[in-house]
């Protein structure tokens, strides 16, 4: 009988660190080939491999996925979908989950063609699309098109009444929305806060001479975005659609989304860094360039949202990236001034930082929260989120006990500030790794910029994917 062939060689080792995921955490070393995990073992026992890298001493995460950034597609954004990708991949993410943003009289067929051939020419790491929805029902007919097109996530806006088109979308649009989409294995992604009730409120604070913090907490309490998500909830229910809750900021709307939960409906619930890190006081020192929407909460706020960390109430943290200049941000009045701050590239770090490092929450669950609970709820697992064998090889080395320097300086994007300017954070990212080739090593890029990939995906799973064995009750699908 004829010998067997040796197996081929690994093309990439990672020797002697700590393998995490989240569930648990071993000594191990793990081997690459074509792109994908192929070998996870002791040390000791590791086969032959072209390049070993030693990452002893060090932290092996799945790569991080963000599933929450904005990119300069018909906006004002400066970064473009490749260069919000650059700045992601410094921080340790390796599939950026993007909005595709397009314009009146563009089908969202070829709003997505148009992203998609953007981000394959420019991205250093893998990406997928989100579709926006707008008040146009022959629009939102396009889902099903979307979704043969591998994309399964679509975005409601619900509180920027003054901003015009697709950032004010009526119930009866979203409604549409939802059920289109739970018909075809699709989520809707939801902005909750009620726009009108936000744009009395504005008006009523500009006539009273509001500014600043003042203007954000008269315009924008924490009743407008928990009357949303609430009035989200039943629409999604009623549609039989899996629900994403976007950037949830306060005690009142986690209150809602535990709710429903606890009664059986499908919702997802994510926040962002700079709700668990930063509080309004911010916004009187740094002025429009920490204005963000929902505005930051009170201390209060902030601690509500660890609990919803440490119990299950949160699955997913995305950074809400949305890049402006400092000039952007300060060139009208601080009412007129756009929302939003740039944040891809300080997901992962923050959390480690902010979470693990000073025990707010474990590393597991920080790897739950932002490389395996957006890769499940968004269809993209085990092949993203995962370090199993057969997953991609996606990877972050991350040294835990080195101190990274936070400074608008040395970050990636285009945009010149950070409202964490001056922050010293708990570990630093050394290498990120996108199916199996080195992308970042010690800061720098040594991997051609070109060689993202569009992953599709054929659905979306909702709550179903954090839950084992969860069903929604009281589905009520109208049509």
């Known amino acids: 009988m004829a010998a067997k062939p040796a197996p081929r060689p690994l093309d990439r080792l990672l020797a002697g660190g700590t393998l995490v995921s989240g569930h648990g955490r071993q000594e191990a070393s793990i081997g690459f080939r074509d792109g994908r995990v192929a070998w996870i073992g002791r040390p000791e026992e590791a086969p032959p491999a072209a390049e070993a890298?030693?990452?002893?001493?060090?932290?092996?995460?799945?790569?991080?996925?963000?599933?929450?950034?904005?990119?300069?597609?018909?906006?004002?954004?400066i970064d473009t979908l490749a260069d919000t990708a650059r700045s992601a991949a410094h921080g340790g993410v390796t599939t950026l989950c993007g909005y595709a943003t397009g314009e009146e009289g563009e089908s969202m067929a070829a709003t997505l063609d148009r992203v998609r051939e953007e981000g394959e020419g420019g991205c250093?790491?893998?990406?997928?699309?989100?579709?926006?929805?707008?008040?146009?029902?022959?629009?939102?007919?396009?889902?099903?098109?979307?979704?043969?097109?591998?994309?399964?996530?679509?975005?409601?806006?619900?509180?920027?009444?003054?901003?015009?088109?697709?950032?004010?979308?009526?119930?009866?649009?979203?409604?549409?929305?939802?059920?289109?989409?739970?018909?075809?294995?699709?989520?809707?992604?939801?902005?909750?806060?009620?726009?009108?009730?936000?744009?009395?409120?504005?008006?009523?604070?500009?006539?009273?001479?509001?500014?600043?913090?003042?203007?954000?907490?008269?315009?924008?309490?924490?009743?407008?975005?928990?009357?949303?998500?609430?009035?989200?909830?039943?629409?999604?229910?009623?549609a039989g659609c899996p629900?994403?809750?976007?950037?949830?900021?306060?005690?009142?709307?986690?209150?809602?989304?535990?709710?429903?939960?606890?009664?059986?409906?499908?919702?997802?619930?994510?926040?962002?860094?700079?709700?668990?890190?930063?509080?309004?006081?911010?916004?009187?020192?740094?002025?429009?360039?920490?204005?963000?929407?929902?505005?930051?909460?009170?201390?209060?706020?902030?601690?509500?949202?660890?609990?919803?960390?440490?119990?299950?109430?949160?699955?997913?943290?995305?950074?809400?990236?949305?890049?402006?200049?400092?000039?952007?941000?300060?060139?009208?009045?601080?009412?007129?001034?756009?929302?939003?701050?740039?944040?891809?590239?300080?997901?992962?770090?923050?959390?480690?930082?902010?979470?693990?490092?000073?025990?707010?929450?474990s590393l597991e669950r920080v790897v739950q929260l932002v490389c395996e609970n957006p890769a499940r709820v968004l269809g993209l697992y085990p092949r993203k989120g995962a370090l199993l064998v057969g997953s991609d090889a996606d990877a972050v080395v991350l040294d835990p006990k080195a101190r990274t320097a936070v400074r608008a300086a040395g970050q990636h994007t285009k945009s010149d500030y950070t409202p964490f300017e001056g922050w010293e954070l708990s570990g630093r990212i050394e290498m990120c790794l996108v199916r199996g080739e080195v992308v970042i090593r010690d800061g720098k890029e040594v991997r051609r910029p070109s060689c993202g990939k569009f992953i599709p995906r054929e659905r979306a799973a909702g709550r179903a994917a954090l839950q084992p064995?969860?069903?929604?009750?009281?589905?009520?699908?109208?049509?």
């Open 243 to 361: 629900l994403y809750i976007v950037h949830l900021t306060c005690r009142e709307a986690l209150a809602e989304t535990r709710r429903a939960r606890a009664e059986g409906k499908d919702v997802v619930v994510e926040t962002c860094p700079q709700y668990l890190t930063l509080t309004e006081g911010i916004v009187d020192r740094l002025g429009s360039l920490a204005k963000v929407a929902p505005p930051l909460r009170t201390a209060e706020h902030l601690e509500v949202l660890w609990e919803g960390i440490r119990d299950g109430s949160i699955d997913t943290v995305g950074s809400d990236h949305a890049s402006y200049t400092a000039a952007q941000k300060s060139e009208k009045s601080f009412i007129e001034s756009p929302y939003g701050m740039p944040g891809t590239e300080l997901l992962l770090p923050l959390l480690y930082s902010e979470g693990a490092a000073k025990g707010r929450t």
């Open 469 to 479: 064995g969860f069903a929604r009750k009281g589905k009520n699908r109208l049509g």
């Open 124 to 238: 250093p790491i893998d990406f997928t699309l989100h579709a926006w929805i707008f008040e146009d029902f022959d629009y939102i007919r396009g889902i099903p098109e979307a979704v043969a097109r591998g994309v399964t996530s679509f975005k409601v806006m619900m509180g920027y009444r003054k901003r015009g088109w697709g950032r004010c979308v009526p119930d009866d649009y979203t409604y549409a929305a939802m059920e289109t989409a739970g018909r075809c294995g699709g989520i809707v992604l939801v902005h909750a806060e009620n726009g009108l009730v936000v744009d009395y409120l504005e008006n009523r604070a500009v006539a009273t001479g509001a500014d600043g913090a003042e203007f954000l907490r008269r315009g924008r309490p924490p009743q407008v975005e928990a009357e949303a998500v609430a009035r989200s909830i039943h629409l999604a229910d009623l």
């Open 53 to 77: 890298l030693d990452v002893s001493g060090r932290l092996v995460l799945p790569g991080a996925v963000d599933p929450h950034a904005h990119f300069r597609a018909f906006s004002s954004h």
